[in-house]
């Protein structure tokens, strides 16, 4: 029995230098976002869209929480708003097309941190996943035959049978925390990351618009900056100050 209760006190105070060296944050960010589709072929070689892939400028807003389990390494997740999509250019014969996709996502990532802090700034890189839902979205096409233009004006884009409502892959990126407070718990963030998405966004091929559609695969991707604020609690940054020599008084 004495044994049992010295296990349990010296696990009980592993556990609470452990949780001491943790420090853990809440908060929010907003900022731009640009999405664009990615083109991926199925054969080597080929390289020709018929048009170019152009930047769909929207907005990123979310909440993250975020752990630094020592002074190198963390994980980062968060619950995100995106507003992406694509804009497509492109000629067939006579016929030039523009199609401008629109679309609201709901992002949740799940990034690994490596860094470096000191008392008031922490800088890293990050590496992970995302799982994406787009639960609305909308799309404009245009086309310019002989100079005679027919457009059909911002629609509601079709998820049930053209589009995939479900959006995953790859994000990367990086950012820095700055201690603003006196009590080094509040801290301004910048965080750029981007995703790199692995599920086609066509549901049955891609469309006829574009050039040998049969040999493509269109995916997501999106660039985010985030600018916002975090609420740090546990470890506090400043242990992380620099040890300074305490001054020996000289002996009479």
């Keep these: 029995m004495k044994k049992l209760l010295l296990i349990v006190l010296v696990m009980a105070a592993m556990l609470q230098e452990s949780q001491a060296k943790i420090q853990a944050g809440v908060g929010i960010k907003v900022g731009p976002t640009f999405g664009r589709y990615n083109n991926k072929f199925t054969k080597p070689g080929q390289s020709n869209i018929g048009g170019t892939l152009g930047h769909q400028v929207g907005l990123h807003a979310g909440i993250q929480g975020r752990i630094w389990f020592n002074k190198f390494v963390g994980i980062n ?21 523009t199609v401008t996709n629109k ?49 059909t004006g911002y629609t509601k884009s079709d998820y049930d049978n053209v589009l995939q409502k479900i959006d995953a892959g790859i994000r990367l990126g990086g950012g820095i925390q700055v201690y ?73």
């Excluded at 800088?123 to 035959?145: A, W």
């Excluded at 718990?185 to 549901?203: A, E, H, P």
């Design 77 to 97: 997740l968060a619950a995100e708003f995106n507003m992406s999509g694509n804009k497509y250019k492109g000629t067939k014969g006579t016929v030039i097309t």
């Design 103 to 151: 679309e609201n996502q709901l992002t949740i990532p799940l990034t690994a941190m490596v860094g470096w802090g000191n008392e008031r700034l922490r800088i890293f890189g990050n590496f992970g996943g995302y799982f994406g839902y787009i639960f609305n979205g909308k799309n404009n096409v245009s086309k310019e035959t002989n100079g005679s233009v027919a457009e």
């Design 180 to 252: 603003v407070d006196k009590k080094l718990k509040s801290c301004f963030t910048f965080d750029l990351n981007y995703d790199y998405g692995l599920v086609d966004v066509f549901r049955e091929g891609t469309p006829a618009y574009y050039n040998n559609p049969q040999k493509l695969k269109i995916t997501n991707s999106k660039i985010m900056i985030g600018v916002g604020f975090l609420y740090t609690f546990g470890k506090s940054q400043a242990e992380e100050a620099p040890k300074r020599p305490v001054p020996v008084a000289d002996e009479e």
